[in-house]
Antibody, heavy 119, light 111 residues
């Protein structure tokens, strides 16, 4: 069974840092591009970052460029999101999501980890 | 302000068909060839229902169908069932920016 479990969320003050993790199982992790997507309260989802299978290609949405860093460890079947200089508007549930092979879309998601940025 | 717009809510009775629209409001979206739809219920993982406008992933009921006409994409749910109640999000991949953009979501209620 394909499974992805996010962890690392929590309450952090503005300007602080957090590192999110996503543990993948049930599929060959190294074959898939991976994404982070967040959903802020009362809003639709927002894609924030993508990493290719070998980490050679990485994209970020403009609002997190320079503050967030995506990475992966294929040996450990894990995806990471290092977040720094956090802002109130980064408050959201963060999901890891697997790219659909050969097409555009995300065909497997975790249940998310909540990040709250507040003083 | 999202580059995609959706109705806030759509409702229907069990057995009926409903259609959710997703309309492009920004030229950043480009060709609108790579539309996908997701179902999301509170506390659950989002689920891909449609990709590339009209393709269903393995395991998704054929009661769900997708289509596109010009700058609008549509998700139709036929034979509405109680467990179809959820939020539905359209999304488009933009090849010019390598971004996914999501719509604001539509809450589907089964009366």
């Amino acid at each position: 069974e394909v499974q992805m479990v996010e962890s690392g969320g929590g309450l952090v003050q503005p300007g602080g840092s957090l590192r999110l993790s996503c543990a993948a199982s049930g599929f060959t992790f190294s074959r898939y591009g991976m994404n982070w997507v967040r959903r802020a309260p009362g809003k639709g989802p927002e894609w924030i970052s993508y990493i290719s299978t070998t980490s050679s290609t990485i994209y970020y949405t403009d609002s997190v460029k320079g503050r967030f860093t995506i990475s992966r460890d294929n040996a450990d079947n894990s995806l990471y999101l290092q977040m720094k200089s956090l802002r109130d508007e980064d408050t959201a549930v963060y999901f890891c999501a697997r790219d659909l092979l050969g097409h555009y879309g995300m065909d497997a998601w975790g249940q998310g980890t909540a990040v709250t940025v507040s003083s | 302000q999202s580059a995609l717009t959706q109705p806030a809510s759509v409702s229907g009775s069990p057995g009926q068909s409903i259609t959710i629209s997703c309309i492009v409001t920004s030229s950043d979206i480009g060709s609108f060839d790579y539309v996908s739809w997701y179902q999301h219920s509170p506390g659950k993982a989002p689920k891909l229902m449609i990709y590339d406008v009209s393709n269903r992933p393995s395991g998704v009921s054929n009661r769900f169908s997708g289509s596109r006409s010009g700058i609008a994409a549509y998700l139709t749910i036929s034979g509405l069932q109680a467990d179809d109640e959820a939020d539905y999000y359209c999304s488009s991949y933009t090849t010019t920016t390598s971004y996914y953009v999501f719509g604001p979501g539509t809450k589907v209620s089964v009366l």
